[in-house]
């Protein structure tokens, strides 16, 4: 029978209570409980009233159960300190799988940007502790000449962590969020915590594939918990155009689940002195390492597996700092965890192997940097590491041979879930180990991904992935800049922000979005830009990886167009494109041109890969048709129709009744290729000479 509410929750808040007032008598000695700073008495005073009770449960288990902090100080709640950069200035990215309401649903658009004078600006929110980064913005500000004044707002409060992410709360709209950002100093033992565009994008990147991958985020033992939204200052240009760097950025991570019926408390709880056998006790059991290791660990393992089989990444960081526990609201583990923090994550390249060849994939490997030298020195290539971090930033309950113990119980059950998606024989990945070792807090098991279980892993999972599409990013000042540039007639400011577009981690994907969806702002006035801006525009969009053939139409420029078909042409392969349709409107615009090459089809047949034989038909009807422009292209034409192109019976019914009539051709290769075709699709022809 389950614990009633009216039991669980008073349960908890006595080991609260306990755990509050022994920090107060080691902070305050002998004080009167009221007068000690961090006493239950002087809780009231930091929360404000509209936080959720969960959320209040969440922050005071942050700060008691991770060792690196251990008391109630940093709950005292700060009013936000910002700086407000021109929305001009920024690169903001939003996750395709996220609506675009979802900024103003979630009260985050409200939060972090305002309007002023009839210009958008982004609230770049400060670190309470930042001493220095912030000063990289501020100076940033004044070259622009922008106002570089460190503003405040009432309704904004911030709450601490043990590193460099702050809990932003709005009073007003009550939204609630996470907001890692720079800083020189953290509440915990983390120092120097800077955060730079360059790994904000990153981190963005990850989470991209990760939740692409993942759809909704719901792995079957764990939920991932998205940051779906980041902000990248933007560097200065040179006077050629090219960005000079990108200063700073700051990466939003979703805390809308903490507001619900159930209680999610920071892994770490399990290994704590007080907390751990308590929520053992309160459920029950009188042996907290069997009950954790039931309730967290055997999850964990799953999760672990389940998440390298549906993204091919390793979690590099995974401590119980990176890990909620789900209760019910009887404080009952469900069974389930949440994941977070993906930018300690790594794309494994040995597993992704089959899919290296592909565009989107070649982005993610890319995006790795030197920040993971350290995790490929501890280990050889070719392996994947299956690790936990039981007592890493933990206050160590459980001894070391206990450790190993919940170690092992991660292992077996991940080894056990990877055999059952994969459907491979858990024997092999157990023998696939070739380390087994404890070190910094870590219990690691590295598997050898050269052993034929893995081979086979990897060919099966690269069949079940699911890719983003490399656009996949959206852009919210490209919108704004792009709208008001064209509206206004600042044709000459127009090449500056095309180069931005140009420049970005996935370039001009809400333009080319807006574009295929012939918005009325960009029907017309497209036209009438610079022949180089309209060149720009177009390429912007190619290299956005629309596969919408309206967005080339709108931006071609005619001067440049055999190189940008060229690359739009490329970019239909690249995203995998095979409806016949489409391919037979790229070579009608091909052909609708008046300054097409006659070596272009070539480029078009070469990446038009349809297993479909309405594009062979529509291919040999032109050729028939006495086009003279499509007659030019004859020999490309015909070596795909000879090599590459699917055929259906009435294509080659209709090859052999026109033979006689093919002068410019020989006969002799036509019934080659009509026999070749009409074995390989099982037709039989009796008048096929």
């Known amino acids: ?45 930091n929360w404000d009233e509209a936080i959720p009770l969960s959320v209040k449960l969440f ?14 100080q940093g709950m005292k709640p700060d009013t936000a300190k910002f700086y407000l950069i021109p929305i001009e200035r920024t690169s903001a990215h939003l996750i395709k799988s996220f609506p675009k309401s979802w900024t103003e649903a979630s009260g985050l658009q409200a939060t972090l940007f305002e309007e002023k004078s009839g210009r958008q600006f982004y609230r770049w929110i400060k670190h309470q502790d930042d001493e220095h980064e912030h000063l990289s913005i501020r100076r940033q500000l004044q070259q622009w000449g922008e106002d570089s004044e460190l503003r405040s707002d009432p309704s904004l409060v911030t709450y601490r962590t043990a590193s460099r992410s702050v809990v932003i709360f709005n009073r007003k709209n009550r939204a609630f969020f996470s907001l890692k950002t720079g800083t020189d100093h953290t509440y915990g033992l983390w120092q120097e915590k800077g955060l730079t565009g360059e790994q904000v994008e990153r981190m963005f990147e990850f989470n991209e594939f990760i939740f692409s991958s993942v759809k909704g985020g719901a792995l079957p033992s764990a939920d991932l ?4 939204f980041a902000v990248t200052v933007n560097g200065l240009f040179g006077s050629n155009g090219s960005q000079v760097s990108i200063a700073q950025g700051q990466i939003v991570r979703d805390l809308s689940s903490l507001k619900g019926t159930n209680i999610y408390l920071p892994a770490f709880v399990a290994v704590h002195p007080v907390f751990g056998p308590t929520i053992a006790w309160a459920n029950g059991s009188q042996n907290p390492k069997e009950f954790w290791k039931e309730n967290l660990f055997t999850p964990l393992g799953k999760t672990v597996a389940e ?107 991940a080894f056990h879930r990877l055999a059952e998606v994969s459907g491979l024989a858990e024997s092999d990945f157990r023998a696939s180990m070739i380390s087994e070792t404890n070190r910094d807090g870590y219990e690691h098991a590295i598997c050898d991904l050269k052993k034929p279980v893995w081979r086979d892993f990897s060919q099966r999972q690269s069949k079940h992935l699911a890719l983003p599409r490399a656009y996949s990013v959206e852009k919210q000042k490209i919108r704004l800049i792009l709208s008001a540039s064209i509206e206004n007639q600042f044709i000459e400011g127009l090449r500056e922000n095309l180069l931005r577009v140009m420049f970005g981690e996935s370039p001009g994907a809400e333009l080319a979005h807006l574009v295929s969806q012939g918005e ?77 090459n006659s070596n272009s089809l070539s480029s078009i047949l070469d990446n038009a890969h349809v297993e479909d034989p309405r594009f062979t038909e529509y291919l040999y009807q032109e050729l028939h048709r006495e086009n003279a422009k499509i007659q030019k292209d004859e020999f490309a034409l015909y070596d795909y129709l000879e090599k590459d192109a699917p055929y259906s019976k009435s294509v080659i019914k209709s090859m052999h009744e ?32």
């Open 1 to 45: 029978m389950g614990i009633r509410t009216t039991q669980a929750l008073p349960r908890f808040f006595l080991a609260l209570s306990l755990m509050i007032t022994f920090q107060g008598l080691i902070s305050a000695g002998a004080a009167p409980i009221s007068n000690r700073p961090h006493s239950v008495a002087t809780l009231s005073e």
């Open 307 to 413: 998440f390298v089989w549906e993204t091919a990444h390793e979690l590099f960081s995974m401590h119980l700092q990176n890990v909620w526990i789900e209760f019910n609201s009887d404080l009952q583990p469900t069974g389930r965890v949440k994941i977070i923090d993906f930018g300690d994550t790594v794309p494994n390249e040995d597993l992704l192997r089959p899919l290296l060849a592909l565009d989107s994939v070649k982005k993610l490997m890319a995006t790795r940097d030197s920040e993971f030298a350290y995790h490929r020195e501890i280990r050889e290539a070719g392996t994947l590491d299956l690790q936990i971090g039981i007592n890493k930033g933990s206050n160590p309950y459980f001894s070391r041979e206990e450790s190993a113990e919940l170690g092992n119980a991660f292992k077996e059950a």
């Open 59 to 72: 922050l005071i288990a942050n700060h008691l159960g991770n060792s690196s902090i251990g008391n109630l």
């Open 658 to 689: 026109q033979k006689e009539s093919l002068s410019w051709w020989q006969t002799k290769a036509h019934e080659s290729m009509i026999a070749r075709h009409a074995r390989n699709c099982q037709v039989y022809l009796k008048h096929a000479g």
């Open 520 to 596: 009325a702002m960009f029907l017309n006035p497209a036209k009438s830009l610079s022949k180089h801006s309209r060149g720009l525009l177009a390429v912007g969009l190619i290299y956005a990886g629309s596969t919408d053939l309206a967005v080339f139409r709108i931006a071609r420029e005619a001067n440049s167009e055999n190189l940008m078909f060229k690359k739009f042409v490329e970019s239909l392969k690249t995203k995998g494109v095979r409806n016949s349709a489409h391919w037979i409107e790229v070579v009608h615009q091909h052909y609708a041109s008046e300054t097409n």
């Open 225 to 228: 918990i998205p940051e779906p």
